[in-house]
């Protein structure tokens, strides 16, 4: 079999039979309009016996979440009729989009045979490295940085659009399920990123607002909450009525994790009371758990507290580690690189973390002042500093400087 | 973890299941003064990193191997200079 066989104005599809393979060059836009036509003609030559399925995604030149959906949905459906569905020779725009969400891990994706470089958008936006004295504790600009690497992503676009992925996979494939939806903790504030209709999403809302129910929990405590039967429930009294006028009988949420921290939950609602058989919980786990992946490798994972205090934390070890160089410098008579290729070595030779044999050096180190000229004075508390190439006098000052606040502290 | 890939720091860094995100936060505790991009470039093989800069990546990188159980399988240019 071989030929154009489907057509619509933007999307072609081309099938070649190669082998025991039947192979899909699909061309052109693959998107909300086009993906009924793939999904019909991969229902039609799946039901002629073909199995073993390749999608040549070479001239494909757009791909949403729709399209992505029917892969996606044909891939589990050949798995479990024990054939295979595959990708190959997708374009770098299409492989990343298959990366962030998560696909590559469920899909088979064959590599173009041409090596491809590395990105093209990198490069020094300035020369050199800047260098900060050892004191310097960062400010503004570290905790811009540290916020775009680890706090929520620029593409929100991207990362709701995988979920609404998820959501329609869940619901079409998770047996009893009615409605599906994707509740987020996003600045504070839990909200509904994705919903199969717009019941699902009121239903959500008015959880979000009584602050009780099934996806208010599961998001809070990063737990399970299985409920076979709305009628005989009576953990969420405010809740489960208004559940029940909208027809749903039965509910599970699933939390979300991202680097083990519960940012949201994937709601299923059932019409069917006990709908959701043990294999169908199985199904809802992995489609939280794919949900929880798209969300960790977006980084969306760390609330403004959480933030302070990782980026103390590092601040903290970074501080150590330059206030142990400056102490070899001082003792040893070497330069700052020297220093720190000794803590480097010792490290590596004893298997233990660099910043510990910092901690260990700067507190072996309490001793006076010998250097030439007057002992700087601590920045914080204006006492004066004993060890070489600090800013602060103690850990105490430093955690100040750093925003770090004790119980019994004044303000 | 014996037989380390052969080149490239990003094979490294994939290989020991860190984002660029969590690698730069890594470098940066460890004393790196390179910005996310910067860093991103010198995996990548775009920028090439001062001996001391590519050290401490390489360090930040073998102490997650340690913890993932292995041993430090990106070698330091400060050392092959010394030796």
New interface residues.
Partial sequence: MTGSDRTSPAFDINATVVGDQLVLALRGELDIHAAPDLSGYLDTVISQGHVNIALDLSELDFLDASGLSVIAGETIRLKLSGGSLIIRDASVQISHLLDITGFTKMISVEEPETTLG??GR????EPG????SPGDSGGPELTQ??R???SIPSNDEVVDGALRLVVSLARATVGGADGVSVSLRRRGHLSTVAASDQTITEMDVGQYASGEGPCVDAAAEGRWFHAGSLADETRWPDFVPKAQALGINAILSSPLLAHDVPVGALNIYSRTTNAFAPKDQELASIFASEASTILG?A?LDITEEQLAS?LAE?LR??QV??LA?GVLMERDGVGE?DA??AL??F??EH?S???QRARDIVESAHRPHRGPGPRPSCTVCGRPVEIPGATVCSSECFDRQVGIHHAGDDG | MASGPPDGLDVYRQNADL????L??RY????G??????L??FL????RP?T??H??IA?AL??RF?EMGGD?PVP?L??EQVS
Wanted: charged share 20%; net charge negative; hydrophobic share 25%.
């Fill in positions: 590395p990105p990198l490069g020094p936006e490295h800047p260098h900060n940085q540290l775009t690497v680890t490798d980084g990782k590092v070890t970074r580690i330059a160089q690189h720190y290729t480097r070595r490290s590596v298997g973390p660099l910043s | 984002t660029h995100g969590e730069w936060l940066f505790e460890l004393g003064m390179s910005t996310h991009l910067q991103e470039a990548y093989g775009a920028l001062t001391h800069d050290d401490v360090h073998n102490e340690s430090h330091y400060g050392d």
